[in-house]
């Protein structure tokens, strides 16, 4: 099996300037984006969520596995080279190592974000139970 | 039958009596289970989640993937009949269409708790300017209603979070 990293090598690199959209919000499913080197903002509702610059980080792979609209945007904060993959979902069939490593991602991912729900669940309870208290008397 | 479910065919099923418990909380090499049919109960530090019954629902994916403890608790309901997978890494290179079904049902739930998780911490604010209210010598009749109401949220979208991994976004057939 090809390593990941002679795999991501191959595919086609696109170029952004600073202040072009790689993935605008609410846009069908499309090209998934790797990382090759630059900066990149993501933006939800007009929001700021993060400042990406990690290489390798990877953009459009969610709204691709649910095939549903993008769920934020990407913009370029620098010059931003990404390796582009035009056709996820035959990728993902040929590259079963892709998908396993997205696939560990996503679970960490789900299970950061699990773990702060669980906090704020509590925190909720804890308020529940005072205000009932309080409604009582 | 899914395309997702005709993989796994060939695999051992193991069967579970109502009371059975598949999987325990912080265990260590929890095998991945794929419901085929049945009914569990997923809790978690005693606190019921939700009940699962689709087929093709996954249990362990989570801890396999990250070599982790299984972070919650599953327990038959119903007679419940499972696949089971012994070397899920093993299974997921041989079977890449398998493999690509795990990640669209993470990728589901990701978007199902994000949404969700907005939701409470909206409802969470909103309670909490209640709070400040019940303080108010002025009644509101309605007030026990609306936290009610609150609290049904929050609890509603956990139940999506978990049932979202099949309910949520058709299946893309490849």
Redesign the interface.
């Known amino acids: ?1 090809k390593p990941l990293i002679e795999i991501i090598a191959e595919l086609p690199q696109q170029e952004f300037a600073a202040g072009d959209f790689l993935i605008t919000q609410n846009s069908p499913p499309g090209n998934v984006y790797i990382i090759a080197s630059g900066e990149v903002r993501i933006v939800k509702d007009d929001i700021e969520i993060c400042i990406v610059s990690e290489v390798g980080s990877i953009f459009g ?2 709204s691709s ?4 609209k993008t ?1 934020a945007s990407v913009q370029a904060l620098t010059p931003v080279k990404a390796h582009t993959i035009e056709h996820p ?1 035959q990728f ?3 590259h ?2 892709a ?2 490593l ?3 991602q ?6 950061l ?2 773990a ?3 906090q ?2 509590k ?2 309870q804890g ?2 139970r ?3 208290q ?2 009582m008397i | 039958m899914s395309p997702f479910l005709q993989t796994l065919i060939n695999l051992p099923v193991k069967k579970f009596e109502p009371g059975e418990v598949l999987i325990e909380e912080d265990t260590v090499n929890v095998p991945v289970f794929v419901l085929k049919q049945g009914r569990v109960l997923i809790t978690r530090e005693g606190v019921d989640i939700c009940e699962v019954y689709d087929p093709g629902s996954l249990f362990g994916e989570v801890a396999s993937l990250l070599d982790r403890p299984s972070s919650a608790t599953v327990k038959a309901l119903d007679q419940t009949e499972v696949y089971y997978i012994t070397d899920p890494k093993r299974f997921a290179f041989d079977h890449p269409e398998a493999l690509l079904e795990v990640a669209k049902q993470l990728a589901r739930r990701m978007v199902a708790i994000d949404q969700h998780f907005i939701e409470s911490k909206n409802a969470f604010e909103e309670l909490q300017s209640q709070m400040a209210e019940a303080d108010d010598p002025i009644p509101h009749p309605h007030k026990e209603d609306k936290v009610l109401g609150l609290w049904m949220k929050t609890q509603n979208g956990l139940v999506r979070h978990w049932h979202g991994s099949h309910k949520d976004a058709p299946d893309t057939h490849l």
């Open positions: 099996m792979e969610v596995l649910t095939n549903q769920t979902m993902a069939l040929d079963p190592v998908v396993y997205m696939a560990v996503l679970a960490k991912r789900l299970s974000i699990d702060h729900f669980a704020v669940k925190d909720y308020l529940y005072r205000l009932s309080i409604s």
